[in-house]
């Protein structure tokens, strides 16, 4: 998708540039945003160095492990298909713990642990399961409560302001989120197929 | 009532929301610290190395996204798009300039973080396009990227209604950015309630600003003095305050500039006859040109001003168009597709924003289809502080 669309802008400006005689300062474009890219890269290193620095702190202290005792009851409510005892339920909270940190390179291996616990749960190895996608709805909806250390660096002092701001819009996406899906699964059309056969 | 509730939920939200990093840049390392025994210099150093990998890694990504999305906005194809959209996003109350990252941000992580990234560069961190980005890019998630990784791992090709679901949720996400951005920063609170309905002449406070009443000459689309013998421009005390302020910042910038000044406090009585004048326009297309007499203007109520930018000997600089232009060459909004289709040169939109800076310094806010325009409040604002001069 993102070939497509990165193709796309480079194929639209070149042909619009072309028409509008910008053409120049579509080359001139090209050039400075390259030597840009790396100045804002290299801008960000000792913030997220900062940033990345106290969640290792938080992560060895435990306080990941409090927040998924924390959150225990609410998974149950949410992957009822899944067996109390199961190992997925500690990845998914896990995950989700680690997620609402912010603490995205901690997340996503938890998250795939999670997947591969989901499928040994799965009787269609190609058909995603209820909990699946519920799983995946909540991981994209974003359950972060703390800003990405990017955001903090972009914004600088007003970081502090938008901190509410994106609490209540991520809560009303990860609501969406999962009453889009509680509502999708029992919809015909994504039913998961009986006997291993998808009907779709 | 409710206005006051949520007034005073923001102050308190905005005062705690301003602790809470730096609280917890100390109260991590206390609990690790005290409660767990963690070595807390090691593990940060430890965590800290992986700042540099992660900005390093970045580069790829932000080069290959920065350069397309540079390309492309040179060109003028995004203006295009925005042109087109702006009309049907504004009836909807969604900032056209958040439009391109809302819809970058299922595709692309890399890519969204470098239109975020150019937002605050352009816009600048305090405004609310920024405000709206951030919130918009620190709620939702790369949709396409987590589902293709996370399905992918296991080898799900059937995702039945993970990706609506997921759509749904940055739809919702996006919708919300919005939503709350608006209600607790698009209107600035202003802690001076009381503000006394005194009304003051421009001049006596600053006499550096110039002062030349467009409608108290023959040089305005009347091509008559319909002011008589009004010829001081007068605002109420804060807006004026507000002035001076942009006046003073103009000249810090560059000694050799001036605010010139069109129109300020403008009494209803004139309102209606610049609202007559046009009787060529049906009612409900003149208020893109003149505000409703009934309703009243900001100017009405002294807290709108018109101005632009001159040299010290009072000569105007190259605007692009004179004042009261009714037409899109006169709309900030399309200034850069204008720019790039040739009908206003960089000087002219460098002065528009040089004049724009000084008076959104000073608290002013922008109006999109008049360049000379600027605003002290918001209509509402204004109403409930302020009563109409007749």
């Known amino acids: 998708m993102l070939n497509y669309i990165w193709f796309g802008m480079m194929f639209v400006a070149v042909i619009v540039g072309t028409i509008t005689g910008n053409i120049d300062a579509v080359t001139q474009a090209a050039i400075d945003m390259s030597k840009t890219a790396v100045t804002i890269a290299l801008g960000l290193i000792g913030i997220m160095a900062l940033w990345l620095g106290i969640m290792k702190i938080a992560e060895e202290a435990g306080l990941i492990r409090i927040i998924a005792r924390g959150l225990r009851p609410i998974t149950l409510w949410l992957f009822p298909d899944i067996p109390s005892d199961h190992p997925a339920i500690g990845s998914i909270i896990l995950n989700m713990a680690a997620n609402i940190l912010g603490l995205g390179n901690a997340a996503t291996p938890l998250g795939l642990k999670a997947m591969e616990e989901l499928q040994e749960l799965n009787d269609d190895k190609e058909t995603a399961t209820n909990a699946m996608c519920t799983f995946l709805a909540i991981n994209t909806s974003s359950v972060q409560i703390i800003l990405p250390a990017t955001v903090v660096a972009l914004m600088g002092a007003a970081a502090n302001q938008i901190f509410i701001t994106t609490i209540l819009a991520t809560g009303l996406s990860t609501i969406t989120a999962i009453i889009a899906v509680k509502f999708l699964e029992k919809m015909k059309r994504f039913e998961y197929p009986k006997n291993g056969k998808n009907h779709d | 009532m409710a206005k006051i509730m949520i007034d005073s939920f923001v102050i308190l939200t905005n005062q705690i929301s301003r602790y809470i990093i730096p609280f917890l840049l100390v109260l991590i390392p206390f609990y690790g610290l005290f409660f767990k025994k963690v070595k807390v210099y090691e593990s940060f150093v430890e965590g800290a190395k992986d700042g540099f990998t992660i900005a390093v890694r970045i580069i790829p990504y932000l080069v290959a996204i920065l350069v397309a999305i540079g390309m492309f906005r040179a060109s003028g194809a995004l203006e295009m798009l925005l042109l087109f959209l702006t009309p049907f996003l504004n009836i909807v109350g969604f900032p056209p300039e958040n439009l391109p990252l809302a819809l970058m ?8 973080l470098g239109l975020l990234t150019d937002l605050i560069d352009r816009y600048g961190q305090d405004s609310l396009i920024s405000k709206i980005g951030a919130t918009m890019y620190g709620s939702t998630e790369t949709t396409f990227y987590v589902l293709a990784v996370y399905f992918g791992s296991v080898g799900i090709r059937k995702s039945r209604h993970a990706l609506i679901a997921g759509l749904l949720a940055d739809l919702a996400g996006i919708i919300g950015a919005v939503f709350f951005c608006q209600i607790l920063f698009g209107n600035p609170i202003v802690s001076n309630q009381n503000d006394n309905d005194e009304i003051v002449n421009i001049q006596e406070l600053d006499p550096s600003i110039i002062v030349d009443l467009k409608y108290s000459t023959q040089d305005n689309f009347l091509g008559k003095d319909i002011y008589g013998e009004l010829d001081s421009c007068y605002l109420r005390k804060t807006p004026a305050a507000m002035l001076v302020s942009a006046s003073k910042s103009l000249q810090e910038l560059n000694p050799d500039l001036r605010l010139l000044v069109y129109d300020g406090l403008r009494p209803r009585s004139i309102q209606k006859k610049l609202w007559n004048a046009l009787d060529t326009i049906p009612e409900t297309e003149r208020t893109k040109f003149v505000a409703d007499p009934i309703k ?63 008076m959104q310094k000073a608290g002013f806010s922008i109006l999109n289809s008049e360049w000379w325009h600027f605003n002290a409040f918001s209509y509402d604002e204004t109403k409930n502080k302020y009563q109409i001069v007749e």
């Not at chain 2, 941000?105 to 969204?112: D, F």
């Not at chain 2, 009243?296 to 004042?323: F, P, Q, R, V, W």
């Open chain 2, 296 to 358: 009243g203007s900001i100017h009405n109520y002294g807290a709108a001003i018109d101005l632009t930018l001159a040299y010290k000997n009072g000569m105007e600089l190259d605007m692009g168009t004179k004042y009261d232009y009714f037409g899109a060459l006169a709309f900030p909004i399309y200034e850069d597709s204008l720019l790039n289709l040739g009908k206003l040169s960089k000087e002219q939109v460098e002065n528009r924003r040089i004049l724009r800076k000084v």
């Open chain 2, 105 to 112: 941000r299922p595709l692309s992580g890399s890519g969204s």
